[in-house]
Every structure is written in structure tokens, then in C-alpha cells.
């Protein structure tokens, strides 16, 4: 229940694709998802974040996807550049923000951007 | 601006040795901080909550004599692996919240020969 299952592990995109990273969740008691970045030897830098009452939720080249019925929410990057390229993780948390460290993380996307 | 700052980056010790590694909050304070362990190619864990003035919160399995955690002040908090093995060598995250999401270091690659 308190596992977030992500897909795919691996993904490489062609500069100027879409990249889509996918995301699944059990626990209805999650209120908090977000996404983060990770470059190799760095600590993971949030990237965007939603709450189960919106769908969709866009900044800049980034959207999340929301599906509370189906539990899943999924990672969209449109016009994927090569300085993308990075390990991304989706996470959930019962507390907004994941203030209270509580946030499980899925198994991470390792994301290369071709040129 | 607000940043959490985390040393050192990296670290080889010999088993059987100690090794500490030391969080810290800039320009902002943290009465509470979390350390995360990843395994390579692998997610993150949390390990531990540190409390400022209080005792360290510790995740089911993670073992408390092994890591210590002190949160020595408002901004610093530091964990300690003692007597360090192979099987400890790892990837150490903290990460402190600030403004309603969590801040993390960028980690402490630690290598035990």
C-alpha cells in the first residue's frame, strides 16, 4: 500500500520529443505528488508538484497528469532538450509539501535526451 | 537564498571507522531534518527524522546504535556511521523543509573499504 511504482526505468527521447514517465500509486491517503529532478551526484531538486483535486497541473515545458480514479499520475515533458537529461523520480506523501519527510519515492526514470 | 548544504560530498573510510556527516540549513532554520540512504540506480529511503532538543526518529529497520543522528541546533544536524562496513557504502541525502516542501542536500557519497 505504501508503494509508488514508476515506469519506465529507462527512457531516451530525440531533442524536441515529448517525454512521458508514469506513475502508480495504492494508498488513497496520499495528498502530495510531486516530482524530482536528479543529476548524478546531486540531491533531487523538486520539480512540480499536484494534489488529487486538480488533473492537470503545467509550468513551462512540464505537466503533470492526474488520474484519481485509476490512481496514477504521469510526468510530461514537452519540446525534451538534452540538458533534460537526468534521473526523474514521482513521489507521494499524506502531508502537503512533504514537509514531514514522510514521502515515498518511485524507483526513478533515467531520462537521455538525444541531440 | 534558502539552501541545505551538506559535507562532505564524498568520503572513503576503511571498515570499522566512523564517519560523520553534517547537514546544514542556510539562511534559514530546520527544528526538523530527514536523512535519506540510496542504493545506486535505486530510490530514496528515509532512514531517520533528526529533532532539534530531541531524540531522532527512526524508520523500521534502520539501525539507531549504527546511525547516529544528532541535531546539534537549528541548522545543523549530523549523522554518524559507526563502525562502518562494506554494506554501508552508500549514497546519504538530509533535506530540511522550508515554505511547505522539502529542500535536499546534494548528498554524501560514502565508500567503505
Known amino acids: 500500500q505504501q508503494q509508488v511504482k514508476q515506469s519506465p526505468q529507462s527512457l531516451i527521447v530525440q531533442k524536441g520529443g515529448i517525454s512521458i514517465i508514469n506513475c502508480a500509486y495504492e494508498?488513497?491517503?496520499?495528498?502530495?505528488f510531486p516530482w524530482y529532478q536528479q543529476f548524478p551526484g546531486k540531491g533531487p531538486a523538486l520539480l512540480i508538484a499536484?494534489?488529487?483535486?486538480?488533473s492537470e497541473k503545467k509550468e513551462g515545458r512540464f505537466t503533470i497528469s492526474f488520474n484519481k480514479s485509476a490512481k496514477q499520475f504521469s510526468l510530461h515533458i514537452m519540446d525534451s532538450q538534452p540538458g533534460d537529461s537526468a534521473t526523474y523520480f514521482c513521489?507521494?506523501?499524506?502531508?502537503?509539501?512533504?514537509?514531514?519527510?514522510?514521502?515515498?519515492f518511485g524507483k526513478g526514470t533515467k531520462l537521455s535526451v538525444k541531440p | 537564498g534558502a539552501v541545505v548544504s551538506q559535507h562532505p560530498s564524498w568520503v572513503i573510510c576503511k571498515s570499522g571507522t566512523s564517519v560523520k556527516i553534517e547537514c546544514r540549513s542556510l539562511?534559514?532554520?530546520?527544528?526538523?531534518m530527514f536523512w535519506y540512504r540510496q542504493f545506486p540506480k535505486q530510490s530514496l529511503m528515509l532512514m531517520a527524522t533528526?529533532?532539534?532538543?530531541?531524540?531522532?526518529?527512526?524508520e523500521q529497520g534502520v539501525e539507531k546504535d549504527k546511525f547516529l543522528i544528532n541535531h546539534a541546533s537549528l541548522t545543523l544536524s549530523t549523522l554518524t556511521v559507526t563502525s562502518a562496513h562494506p554494506e554501508d557504502s552508500s549514497f546519504y541525502i538530509c533535506?530540511?523543509?522550508?515554505?511547505?516542501?522539502?529542500?535536499f542536500g546534494n548528498g554524501t557519497r560514502l565508500t567503505v573499504t
Open positions: 533535506s530540511a523543509p522550508r515554505t511547505g516542501q522539502l529542500l
Open positions: 494508498n488513497t491517503a496520499f495528498d502530495y
Open positions: 499536484i494534489r488529487p483535486d486538480v
Open positions: 513521489a507521494a506523501s499524506p502531508n502537503y509539501g512533504g514537509s514531514q519527510g514522510n514521502l515515498i
Open positions: 539562511d534559514f532554520q530546520a527544528t526538523t
Open positions: 533528526s529533532n532539534e532538543g530531541s531524540k531522532a526518529t527512526y
